[in-house]
Every structure is written in C-alpha cells, then in structure tokens.
C-alpha cells in the first residue's frame, strides 16, 4: 500500500510560482514512477507531467511545458510540482499518482495505481 499526500497548494496571482509537494509513504519511493494530474474545474482529470523512478527523465503535457518542472528527492520520499508563470486556466485540484509497475512514463491515468486526495490551486487574473 502506497499513502500519498499532497500539499503547497494555494491562491496566487497569474505570473504567480507555487510549489507543490507530495509526501509518499508506505513503500519504496524509488521503486515507482510518480506523476502529477490536475482536474480543472468542470472538467476531465488531465495529465500534467510524470518523472521516472530515479529523476532522469520528465515529461510533461504541452500546456505546462516550460513552466512547470517536476523532481523528486528519494531520500525524503516526496515529489514536487515546481509551477512557474502561472495562469488562470492553471487552476485545478491537483493530484500526485504512483505507478508501482514501475513501467515506462505515461499520461494515462489507469496506469497509476495510488493517487493523493488532491490540493487546490487557484489562480486569479
């Protein structure tokens, strides 16, 4: 069983940083891919970006490319959303997920088997 939980989340202008973290506890944090999803209000969940197991390789959605940078510190067990230039279509609860398969990044959400309960983003204009 795998326990993520998200904070940093927050209200914060457009051009606005915030950071988020997710704090995994429960098995080995090194031993999964971790990504970050986001549902903006009346919509689908969306992928934002996913890091593999050792912080090597990132990918991330277009709409957040360049502005947003995901890392990992293993020997904290805690993942991070650095968001930058932020802007209002930004706002969303959003999500940190594990896949456990440990398998190749992806945006699809059913490949993730543990999710966080979510942190609030709010970004005003």
């Known amino acids: 069983q795998v326990q993520l939980v998200e904070s940093g989340g927050g209200l914060v202008q457009a051009g606005g940083s915030l950071r988020l973290s997710c704090a995994a506890s429960?098995?080995?944090?090194?031993?999964?891919?971790m990504g970050w999803f986001r549902r903006p209000p009346g919509k689908e969940r969306e992928f934002v970006g996913a890091i593999s197991r050792f912080g090597s390789n990132t990918v991330y959605a277009d709409s957040v490319k360049g502005r947003f940078t995901i890392s990992r510190d293993n020997a904290k067990n805690t993942l991070y959303l650095q968001m930058n230039s932020l802007k209002p279509e930004d706002t969303s609860v959003y999500y940190c997920?594990?896949?456990?398969?440990?398998?190749?990044?992806?945006?699809?959400?059913?490949?993730?088997?543990?999710w966080g309960q979510g942190t609030q983003v709010t970004v005003s204009s």
């Open positions: 997920a594990a896949d456990v398969q440990a398998g190749v990044l992806t945006p699809r959400p059913n490949q993730y088997d543990y």
């Open positions: 429960g098995r080995t944090f090194s031993g999964y891919v």
